[in-house]
């Protein structure tokens, strides 16, 4: 076997080329094909979703695999595809006992769980049968629901013209729940899961599921039912498309008939079009599948999901063209200060960090576009485009973790449709009015809910409302006095001027009065340094409890 061979077969597999693989084995005598050429056949079959196949050839070396932990993953992989979880358990544990595989581990947890999960629904359904529960609460009642998913109950004529349609024969207990009312959303609409997939750690959502019909747009027959998925979306035809999900196409949940046929009864599967369409089982059966779905509530993790985009926004480090461009102001702490101010007032709109069509992330769209501007010269829509993602979007640590191209395109050129970015010869860039505004929008977004104000005398303000902000702070130290009026505010800051900025103490002064606090300074510049600073510690809840201890009662 030649090296330029093996060579190969490793660049097809780390480009997805497993037909090749397959095609250049197949091409060669069985003579030739010792252990290690089997072994990338078995892998080809597998990610070509020919298990059977694959373990076929697997074994023919059983002998000499049983002491690689990779033949025995191979083995585990194509068991756990076909459903036979205890023996991809067995081959799963091997491979773990041989050679540590975090991913192993992972399918070993999916193994049991489903084991588990399984062993427990059909229990339950001996116990109460799946024609026998209460269903009157199942579905949703909606206008869109009858719309576009409830159809008349399904004759014996329509069931058999789907069913040829389709290529398969549907199971008893689908045929009967249809009959019963025939498609719709359901009230609960999630299903846990052993893995994670593109949707959620622990679960995957639908929409609504299919009726048996041709009528309504989401029936196994209708404009976006069961062929229409395989069709134009390029499922794999394991079998049927029962079930939409949230993403619009982008996965879906399958009756799964590679391991009974095409008359056999077929497991429940999610198949994932973002992630190469990669199959996760769900349940043994239809019924299961039904019985088995929860609650959103269930899985409701907004607050956690908050707390963990606020402290993301807070503390993680900007992408290197972020941090590049912020430093290139020559204001680079005082801008990444006002950037991790608006996104924090994001996520504590949203509940989650992302950029949409509000202002405050048209804010954000802005100032990326500055930023960038102000460090490149002669920008042109290609290069910035093709940069954006780098900034925040597709960036590691502060990220919103995606974005809509077109949606940022869009946004360019509304903008020059508006007359805010100048495009002089295909060279992009804001107009000097636009970046005066922006400047000052960032100044009132950052320092929110403090103000500022800058005088016609030259002398420039930042006040705030006495009662409106930090005021569980204040009640901490409630019994010693202080009430978090203007007062007390002044006392707070004024022990951040002398410990953080004491360059500035002569400079920035305190005019506080009951209702209100306020700071001053004729140097615009040195107050901005200190209205940023004093805002960045308040959010710092460590940082501002340790100034607090220190601050006196006036």
């Known amino acids: 076997m030649s090296e330029k061979l093996l060579s190969m077969l490793e660049k097809w597999y780390e480009d997805d080329q497993h037909d090749k693989i397959v095609e250049a084995i197949e091409q060669l005598p069985k003579s030739e094909r010792n252990y290690e050429l089997i072994g990338h056949y078995g892998r080809a079959l597998n990610n070509l979703g020919r298990y059977q196949e694959a373990l076929s050839e697997l074994f023919t070396v059983k002998q000499q695999g049983q002491q690689d932990a990779d033949w025995h993953w191979r083995v585990g992989y194509a068991y756990f595809y076909m459903q036979k979880w205890q023996e991809a358990l067995d081959a799963f544990e091997k491979t773990l006992e041989l050679q540590f595989d975090a991913i192993a581990e992972e399918y070993i947890v999916a193994c049991q769980d489903i084991i588990k999960k399984s062993a427990e629904a059909l229990e339950d359904i001996k116990l109460t049968p799946f024609r026998e529960r209460d269903f009157s ?7 869109y629901a009858d719309k576009n998913y409830v159809e008349a109950p399904p004759t014996t004529e329509m069931i058999a013209s789907i069913e040829e349609e389709l290529g398969y024969k549907l199971p008893a207990d689908y045929i009967w729940f249809m009959q019963k009312q025939n498609g719709g959303i359901p009230v609960n609409t999630c299903f846990p899961t052993a893995m994670p997939t593109s949707w959620a750690e622990d679960h995957v959502a639908i929409t609504g599921i299919m009726g048996i019909g041709r009528e309504k747009t989401y029936s196994l027959g209708g404009d976006l039912g069961s062929n229409f ?25 399958m009756l799964d008939y590679r391991a009974c046929g095409a008359d056999g009864e077929p497991a429940v599967v999610h198949v994932d079009q973002e992630a190469d369409y990669y199959i996760t089982f769900l349940a043994p059966n239809f019924a299961t599948f039904i019985t088995g779905l929860v609650n959103e509530e269930v899985f409701d993790t907004s607050e956690q999901d908050k707390l963990d985009d606020l402290d993301m926004v807070k503390h993680a480090p900007f992408s290197p063209l972020l941090q590049s461009l912020s430093e290139n102001t020559g204001e680079g702490n005082q801008i990444e200060a006002a950037i991790r101010s608006i996104c924090m007032q994001i996520v504590e709109d949203k509940g989650f960090f992302a ?8 804010l954000m769209y802005d100032i990326q576009f500055w930023l960038y501007t102000n460090a490149n010269s002669e920008v042109t829509r290609e290069q910035y485009l093709a940069d954006y993602k780098d900034i925040i979007a597709l960036a590691h640590g502060f990220s919103t973790g995606g974005y809509a191209p077109d949606f940022v395109a869009d946004w360019l050129d509304e903008c020059i449709a508006k007359g805010d970015i100048v495009n002089q010869q295909g060279i992009l860039s804001f107009t000097a009015d636009k970046v005066a505004r922006l400047q000052a929008q960032i100044v009132n977004e950052a320092l929110k809910p403090f103000k500022w104000l800058e005088h016609d005398s030259g002398n420039t303000s930042f006040f705030l409302t006495a009662g409106i902000y930090k005021q569980e702070l204040f009640e901490t130290r409630e019994d010693e006095g202080f009430q978090g009026n203007g007062y007390d505010w002044a006392s707070l800051a004024d022990v951040y001027l002398q410990e953080k900025l004491p360059e500035l103490v002569g400079i920035v002064r305190f005019d506080p009065e009951a209702d209100m606090f306020c700071a001053y300074s004729n140097q615009k510049e040195a107050l901005l340094q200190f209205a940023v600073g004093f805002k960045q510690a308040c959010e710092n809840d460590e940082l501002i409890q340790d100034l607090f201890s220190r601050a006196i009662l006036d």
């Open 137 to 143: 609460q199942f579905w949703e009642k909606s206008d």
């Open 355 to 362: 950029l949409h069509a509000d202002e405050l992330s048209m």
């Open 229 to 253: 998925m395989l069709e134009e979306w390029g499922y794999p035809n394991i079998g049927v498309v029962i079930a939409d999900c949230p993403s619009a196409g982008h996965d879906v949940i």
